[in-house]
Antibody, heavy 119, light 110 residues
Framework: EVQVVESGGNLVRPGGSLRLSCASSGFGFSAAWMSWVRQAPGKGLEWVARIKSKGAGGTTDYAAPVKGRFTISRDDSTNTLFLEMNSLKTEDTAVYYC??????????WGQGTLVAVSS | ETLLTQSPGTLSLSPGERATLSCRASQTVTNNYLAWYQQKPGQAPRVLIYGASSRATGIPDRFSGSGSGTDFTFTISRLEPEDSAVYYCQQYGSSPQMYTFGQGTKLEIK
């Protein structure tokens, strides 16, 4: 059974930092390209960042609004994905989903973790 | 960056009817890397269609996708009450390498 479980969401002040984690099991994590997708309250879906598998080079890509502030990384020994978020803004407030990508679509999703940025 | 525009914004239909949703891209979608998702309130999205027309594992055949280039269509042939949800299209672009979602279509079952 596939399981994707995010953690680390919290209330943080503007300018603050937060680290999200995503524990995965039930699929070939080390071969999977992994992404974070977020959803602001009452809004649509927005892709945030992706990290390819090490076999594909392990390279990272970011959406323009988070580039230079967020860092995606992975630990294949523990099947865990991370998102380091710095210089947080109020517009970063959202539910953050961890997803596993296959054939350029998001096949497996977690239930999300809420990040609230507010003073 | 490729923008996706979905229409209509809201669709209200009765059980047994056919639903047709549109997703139009601002430029050609690379290799038809176009997917459709269903999201119900309080839940994570679920992929229904990928590669424009391939059904994901376990998805009933009343859900289908078609199209290529810049115009894509998602169809539910016989609506059931549990199909009430927001549906999103999503594309992958290779230059720059990134994903974009449409703004969503809200489907209401009367």
């Amino acid at each position: 059974e596939v399981q994707v479980v995010e953690s680390g969401g919290n209330l943080v002040r503007p300018g603050g930092s937060l680290r999200l984690s995503c524990a995965s099991s039930g699929f070939g994590f080390s071969a999977a390209w992994m992404s974070w997708v977020r959803q602001a309250p009452g809004k649509g879906l927005e892709w945030v960042a992706r990290i390819k598998s090490k076999g594909a080079g392990g390279t990272t890509d970011y959406a323009a609004p988070v580039k230079g502030r967020f860092t995606i990384s992975r630990d294949d020994s523990t099947n865990t994905l991370f998102l380091e978020m710095n210089s947080l803004k109020t517009e970063d407030t959202a539910v953050y989903y961890c997803t596993a990508e296959y054939y350029y679509h998001f096949k497996y999703w977690g239930q999300g973790t809420l990040v609230a940025v507010s003073s | 960056e490729t923008l996706l525009t979905q229409s209509p914004g809201t669709l209200s239909l009765s059980p047994g009817e056919r639903a047709t949703l549109s997703c139009r891209a601002s430029q050609t979608v690379t290799n038809n890397y176009l997917a459709w998702y269903q999201q119900k309130p309080g839940q994570a999205p679920r992929v229904l269609i990928y590669g424009a027309s391939s059904r994901a594992t376990g998805i009933p055949d009343r859900f289908s996708g078609s199209g290529s280039g810049t115009d894509f269509t998602f169809t539910i042939s016989r609506l059931e009450p549990e199909d009430s949800a927001v549906y999103y299209c999503q594309q992958y672009g290779s230059s720059p390498q990134m994903y974009t979602f449409g703004q969503g279509t809200k489907l209401e079952i009367k």
